[in-house]
């Protein structure tokens, strides 16, 4: 008797247990992640708002291969902007006012894990999106994404390497 109320008991664990699945968001195609309402991707029409042909690049801040991205660097685990890298964005507000869209992508190094990466590419990214709303640029204009560690530019292992994938790009 004793072991037949085990076995149930048992049994009904497990079955309640089988009902239960750990659902996994799949990927998006280019890598990114949706963490915000305000969190976009682009699609294969190129709906970031990028420019065809030409380096498509609007401000005086460092731009990745001339690809029509405008870049602000951070300091490792941090996604404080510093004066200069405000500077940046600033000198490139008045331009930024009159996009239609803007797109900002965080981006980390690849230390820590996954997730820690994707959640420090968002906080860097909306720190871009705060300093160009505090600088005129309608926030409903400004969409934001974190490609965490998923979308180097350098992956050389070095320290100058690591710090050029500690950013945020806006286009």
């Known amino acids: 008797m004793k072991n037949s109320i085990i076995l149930v008991s048992t049994l009904a664990a497990l079955l309640s247990l089988g009902g239960c699945t750990q659902q996994v968001a799949s990927p998006n195609p280019d890598g990114a992640t949706m963490v915000a ?56 507000a008045s331009t930024l006012k009159r996009k239609s869209v803007i797109k900002v992508e965080g981006n980390s190094d690849e230390f820590g894990t996954d997730e820690y990466n994707y959640a420090l590419g968002l ?28 979308n180097p530019v350098c992956q050389d292992g070095t320290k100058n390497c690591y710090q050029e994938n500690r950013r945020a790009d806006y286009k």
């Open 37 to 92: 309402s305000d969190t976009v991707t682009l699609d294969s029409a190129g709906a970031s708002g990028s420019t065809a042909g030409g380096n498509g690049s609007y401000g005086s801040g460092s731009t990745a291969g001339g690809n029509g991205k405008n870049s602000v660097h951070f300091a490792y685990d941090s996604n404080k902007l510093s004066q200069k890298e405000k500077h940046k964005i600033s000198r490139d």
């Open 123 to 150: 906080r860097r990214a909306k720190a871009v999106k705060d300093t160009m709303v505090a600088k005129g640029v309608p926030a409903k204009k400004i969409k934001v994404v974190s490609y965490g560690e998923s």
